[in-house]
């Protein structure tokens, strides 16, 4: 229990950052004040460009870096019973014995945030090195324990790699093991899970509350998933337009929030059981098509995947010498129509990216077929699948790795009409403007460049970016994972709108089952790279048959911190390891029937 009688561990008094622009000075953060102690667990909520993270970095100085300034207060932070450093006045010397030492900070985007040239196993020693002393072997060995510690698979050979052979959601996991290398007393947490599936999520979240348990450690969570602020937070401060606009006990401010804008944010909060959208053309639909199965009209299937494989190489030694292979995707089928969304779900790695990646030849799958528009995909060459390629787009999982830092706004949005297109130069950036308004984007924003946006924005100028070509089919990964909740269900609902418009279909891939539940027709629940469980998103949530979808389902955190509950079964779910020897030939995949629209694997 936190003891608020007791001195604060960090006191923020009336914090104002602003940053420089070309119309003079912005202010990002205005007159905040707010204390944090031991043990304690404050949450930070707002929307997109709010100034939560503008506010974390501050903490640290470290928006200087980004281009920011702190105009005014101070920031206080009790080193120990008889010293107090205000970090908003600190040296950089004094700065680097706290950073990553006694406050540590999980960053928002983990591609960014980590050195792409140094090893998993280097980034994470050196801290340890730094701040504990530790020798190299000592290091090593406690970099491989922290990897296993936030069920990252195959730790050994994860130290090894670097950032980009990851995933998103085990980059992010590197980072929370970094920032847990050396026991913080502060640990800023900005959106450390919102790449991260429900399970992993879980466990995440209960070795966080681990940690402060055993050293007190206080935690500021930055997040837009109201689902974890009532799991974890004990306080809560709601941002908006860089100023403080409602503070409470979580219990109070879910129970009776005050201000208008906190009663929005709760309202908007996808709730998982709250129902499926109903496919418009629905008909005799079957996930897994085969021999004895009708797919329906021929022309209502717009994307239709056959038995698709997808292995990686794994090369060790002087000469990269092929050693065994990962099975990302193993003999996955499934169809897609026109004006509807098939959601794909499960833990990271399981192959949801991977199946969207190979859809759309971004990766070459070993075998299979891949039907669009008539054409088998698989055989096709980068010359042959240029041209198919308006039809076909994708909203990357990491908006910012995914956006040029030298285009602006209005040429990364009209990029794909600049490729495939003949409009001027006028007419694409009139389409700029028009897609940057459906995407809730001020009209100034076209001029501008990437690093001047959130990260939330960042990802809305991806979707516009997907929607400018009118494609046929949209892989949407991760597509609303870096949104605040209110503007995750405009981006749903607009998302919907276009569908029903002009009859795009959806692949869309989450980790977030309620948001799944809210855009999908369909869902197929993967493990290991296969389908584990496919049909009517009503019958797959609502009635899961196999135990893998149930765990899931029990590991999806409740937006009432009333329904708290300790989930000791999340932490027993295997990790699985994807690599296989080399010659290894999986057994056939044998499905169950539940009824016409529901598939169960069974073997």
Known sequence: M????????????????????????????????????????????????????????????????????????????????????????????????????????????????LNPVLTIGDQICETLVRHRRLSANEALREARDLLDRVRLSDPDRRLLQYPHELSGGMRQRVMIAMALACSPRLLIADEPTTALDVTIQAGILDLIRELQQKSGTAVIFIT????????????????????????????????????????????????????????????????????????????????EVKNLVTRFPVRKGLLRRLVARVHAVEDVSFILRAGETLGLVGESGSGKSTIGRSVLKLVEPESGHILFGGKDLVPLTRRHMRPIRRDLQMIFQDP??????????????????FIHTALSHRERRDRAAELLARVRLPADSIDRYPHQFSGGQRQRICIARALSSKPKIIVADEAVSALDVSVQAEVIDLMQELQRQDGIAYLFISHDIAVIEKMSHRVAVLDQGRIVEIGTTDAVLQHPRHDYTRQLLDAVPIADPRCRRVRTSVQQIERKNPIRPIGHKPSPLAYQSIGTDHRVLTA
Do not use: C, W
């Not at 629905?282 to 897994?288: D, E, L, P, V």
């Not at 030298?406 to 990029?415: H, Y």
């Open 2 to 113: 936190t003891d608020r009688t007791s001195t604060p561990l960090l006191s923020v008094e009336n914090l104002s950052v602003s940053f420089d622009t070309v119309n003079g000075p912005r202010a990002a953060v205005q007159d905040l004040s707010f204390d944090i102690f031991a043990g304690e667990t404050l949450a930070i909520v707002g929307e997109s460009g709010s100034g939560k993270s503008v506010t974390a970095l501050s903490i640290l100085k470290l928006i200087e870096r980004e281009g920011g300034r702190i105009d005014n207060g101070r920031i206080a932070f009790r080193r120990d019973e008889d010293s107090v450093l205000d970090l908003a006045v600190s040296s950089e010397a004094q700065l680097q014995r706290i950073r990553g030492n006694s406050i540590s900070m999980i960053f928002q985007e983990p591609m960014s945030a």
């Open 224 to 303: 837009h998933d109201m689902g974890v602020v009532a799991e974890m937070a004990d306080r809560v401060v709601v941002m908006r337009h860089g100023e403080m606009v409602e503070t409470a006990e979580t219990v109070a401010l879910f129970r009776q929030p005050r201000a208008p804008y906190t009663r929005e944010l709760l309202n908007a909060v996808p709730k998982l059981g709250s129902g499926a959208p109903v496919y418009a053309a629905a008909k005799s639909m079957t996930g897994m098509p085969d021999s004895d199965t009708h797919a329906g009209p021929a022309e209502e299937t717009v994307l």
């Open 400 to 417: 910012y790795a995914s956006l040029n830092p030298r285009m602006s706004v209005a040429e990364l949005v009209t990029e794909p009409l």
